[in-house]
């Protein structure tokens, strides 16, 4: 097969929910991503993928396509995986580019937590609809946990107590802060926001006295509901070789495996080292990794459990530093790691969990 690489790509800001993104719509936040990575690297776009997990349908990635300003032959494909969604956008088109179906694909994800409709189920015996917050992530009830709860469990079972997961999102945020201007770099400005809105100056202290959620965990620990969107461009050899400046990523491996769906947290582990082992990288070769941080306690998990090392990984601050748009938030750790790596050069690591017990890994290597 021929090789898929990264030429660009961008995010907006990350908002939280009501914030600067609160008034546009999915498409309105997602186009001007799109038309910053083709601004770099110009060429004819054969499909734009976008993830999207709360929109209600419509195709948004259309909608998205043609606001862009892109031909009307891009056709627009919408996927809905959860928060692994946008990682499996850029998966999906480097197996079109590898495949030779395409030669130059748009991936990525836009979320809007402010803009998503209200969710109302019909009642059969033609009673009001009743409304409900999120779909089953299981057939099985008894394998379908709240979130906050299962990630609690978690923290438990594995005995990382909260002032661990407090320690590790004070860290997140303060790399955050000190990465601003590198940031800023992949950040493309949209309504005026020009950096992740919520990182701040986050104390131990602080931390220790935000309010408990359920369990070990708080809001200080738990990445809030967000607005963004994110985009990379995968193109085929003959394109990547034609790029000046930007040092191509070649997609060097990726897969999305199911795990326990009672246990969602920890599913990207499996993922990761099945993708390590496929490419035949050591984790210790790794010269950054990227992996969402929904939770503390899942950071740590798949952090430990992974072998990766601390200090390499998520170096620009994570999720809990900046929110967790769902289906943008894969394609966010996408387009960091491609920034990273252009910093660094090497081969470095995308991980991802999501409801229902999925994981998604992607290698990158500049």
């Given amino acids: 097969m021929s090789q898929a690489y990264i030429i660009a790509g961008y995010r907006s800001a990350v908002a939280p929910e009501n914030g600067a993104f609160a008034r546009l719509d999915l498409h309105e936040l997602a186009a001007p991503v799109l038309q910053a990575c083709l601004a770099d690297c110009p060429c004819d776009v054969d499909e734009v993928i976008l993830s999207n997990a709360l929109y209600g349908g419509g195709n948004p990635a259309r909608l998205a396509a043609l606001a862009a300003g892109l031909p009307e032959t891009v056709a627009g494909l919408s996927i809905d995986r959860q928060c692994a969604g946008g990682l499996d956008a850029v998966l999906l088109a480097a197996r079109l580019v590898q495949s030779g179906a395409a030669r130059a694909v748009l991936a990525g ?48 079972r594995l005995g990382i107590s ?64 967000a607005d963004a ?74 952090q430990q459990a992974a072998g990766l090392d601390p200090e390499t ?10 929110g967790h748009p769902i289906g943008a938030s894969g394609a966010i750790n996408a387009v960091r790691l491609f920034h990273e790596l252009q ?18 890994a992607l290698l990158l290597e500049v």
């Fill in 229 to 302: 969107a994110a985009f990379v461009l995968v193109v085929d050899e003959t394109l990547a070789a034609a790029v000046n400046g930007t040092k191509p990523a070649r997609i060097a491996g990726g897969i999305t495996l199911g795990a326990a769906p009672e246990t969602p947290a920890t599913a990207p582990i499996a993922a990761m080292r099945t993708a390590l082992h496929q490419a035949r990288v050591n984790a210790a070769a790794l010269v950054c990794s990227e992996v969402m941080e929904a939770y503390a306690v899942q950071a740590i998990a798949c």
């Fill in 162 to 225: 909260r002032a661990e997961q407090d320690r590790f999102a004070v860290q997140s945020h303060a790399k955050a802060r000190a990465a601003a201007d590198r940031l800023g770099q992949e950040i493309l400005p949209i309504n005026g926001l020009d950096r992740d809105a919520f990182t701040r100056d986050l104390s131990a202290k602080t931390a220790a006295r935000v309010p408990q959620i359920t369990g070990s965990l708080s809001a200080a620990n738990t990445a809030v509901k």
């Fill in 313 to 322: 990984m998520n170096r620009g601050g994570g999720a809990l530093a900046r």
């Fill in 109 to 156: 994800g836009a979320e809007s937590h402010s803009r998503r409709p209200l969710r109302l189920r019909t009642d059969p015996d033609g009673g009001p609809p009743v409304a409900y917050d999120r779909p089953p992530f299981s057939p099985f009830a008894e394998r379908d946990p709240d979130l906050h709860e299962s990630a609690a469990r978690l923290a438990a």
């Fill in 343 to 360: 910093q660094t050069g090497g081969t470095g690591l995308a991980a991802i969990a999501a409801a229902g017990g999925l994981g998604t």
